[in-house]
Every structure is written in C-alpha cells, then in structure tokens.
C-alpha cells in the first residue's frame, strides 16, 4: 500500500481554528525518500504543547508528544489506510489539544529527565 503522504498538509490545515486557538505552530518537512520507504513529518509546538506525527508510505503512524505543564508523554501508534484514518488521526490530536481528551489506545507516561530516578 502506499499511504497518500501529501495529504498530511492539508489535514493540519482543516483544524487551523484548532491551531490557532491553541497559538500551535506545524511545521511539515518535505516527503523523503527514507532508504526506499517514503515518509512524511510533521512537527507542532506551542506554550503548552511539542511533538511529531510520522507517517510512512506504508500507513504505519507514529504521533509522540509532551505536555509541558507536566511533562506527560502522550504517544499513540496508527495504522492507517486512507484519508478517513488521516481525518480521525488528526480529530484525535485536536480533541487532544484543545480538550485535553486522550485518544484512545494512546500511552500515557511521565518523562524522567536523563539521570533522574523513576518515582
């Protein structure tokens, strides 16, 4: 399968308002080639708010963020199979943003600085 990666843009561009209200920046690299398994990325950042949305040609997604009131980790693996799955993705991600509602299926953890103990 190859996951229509162009359409990454204009999904982030949808929930501009989202965006906006949230003072989120995206920023979206170019599609790379990546050693024969294209991929597209995609890095957003705010006051509150950092993280990546990766996809490859293949549907496999990978969405990693951090809260940064909290430093909470909040990331969540995606399979998808077209632009429906992309829309969902990103309503995941906006809900998440704007209404603190974590997807479903999504990991919850707390970053530990490098060299800090696990509490």
């Given at each position: 399968?190859?996951?229509p990666?162009?359409?990454?843009?204009?999904?982030?561009?949808?929930?501009?308002?989202?965006?906006?209200?949230?003072?989120?920046?995206?920023?979206?690299?170019?599609?790379?080639?990546?050693?024969?398994?294209?991929?597209?990325?995609?890095?957003?950042?705010s006051?509150?708010?950092?993280?990546?949305?990766?996809?490859?040609?293949?549907?496999?997604?990978?969405?990693?963020?951090?809260?940064?009131?909290?430093?909470?980790i909040?990331?969540?693996?995606?399979?998808?199979?077209?632009?429906?799955?992309?829309?969902?993705?990103?309503?995941?991600?906006?809900?998440?943003?704007?209404?603190?509602?974590?997807p479903?299926?999504?990991?919850?953890?707390?970053w530990?600085?490098?060299g800090?103990?696990?509490?």
């Amino acid at each position: 399968m190859d996951f229509p990666l162009e359409k990454l843009p204009d999904a982030i561009a949808a929930r501009a308002d989202t965006w906006t209200r949230a003072a989120l920046v995206w920023q979206t690299r170019p599609v790379s080639p990546n050693h024969g398994t294209a991929t597209i990325i995609s890095d957003f950042e705010s006051e509150a708010w950092m993280g990546t949305v990766i996809i490859w040609a293949t549907g496999e997604t990978e969405f990693q963020s951090i809260r940064l009131a909290d430093d909470r980790i909040i990331n969540k693996h995606y399979d998808l199979c077209g632009p429906e799955d992309l829309d969902r993705m990103m309503t995941e991600i906006a809900t998440l943003i704007a209404d603190n509602h974590i997807p479903p299926g999504a990991i919850e953890a707390d970053w530990v600085p490098q060299g800090q103990p696990n509490s």
